[in-house]
């Protein structure tokens, strides 16, 4: 059983900066891809961020230039670097982990980011 840890999360100003962390229970080498996304209440989970195993990125519009996703295979964990937040970031993100071969979506509990104006 695969378990994805998000922490990071918090309360910042507009225009300030948190890092994300994901750590992964085992090797993150085994996912094909893994990802950022976030959920605001009442409001379907929508991408963020991914990467996958080959290091192709892809971000929402809504964060792309100011947002990077990375990962580090020797500590198991993906980043997500938000810069420059707004209010309207403001929300639960989620940890994402895939093996396609398995069929397997991983997912974490959730780390929340407030931005407040």
């Known amino acids: 059983q695969v378990h994805l840890v998000e922490s990071g999360g918090g309360l910042v100003q507009a225009g300030g900066s948190l890092r994300l962390s994901c750590a992964a229970s085992?090797?993150?080498?085994?996912?094909?891809?893994m990802g950022w996304y976030r959920q605001a209440a009442g409001k379907q989970r929508e991408l963020v961020a991914s990467?996958?195993?080959?290091?192709?990125?892809n971000y929402a519009d809504s964060v792309r230039d100011r947002f990077i996703i990375s990962r580090d295979g020797a500590k198991k964990t993906l980043y997500l670097q938000m810069n420059r937040l707004k209010p309207e970031d403001t929300n639960v993100y989620y940890c994402?982990?895939?093996?396609?071969?398995?069929?397997?979506?991983?997912w974490g509990k959730g780390t929340r980011v407030t931005v407040s104006s």
């Open positions: 990467i996958t195993s080959g290091g192709t990125t």
């Open positions: 085992g090797s993150i080498l085994n996912f094909n891809a």
């Open positions: 994402n982990a895939e093996q396609w071969v398995f069929d397997k979506i991983y």
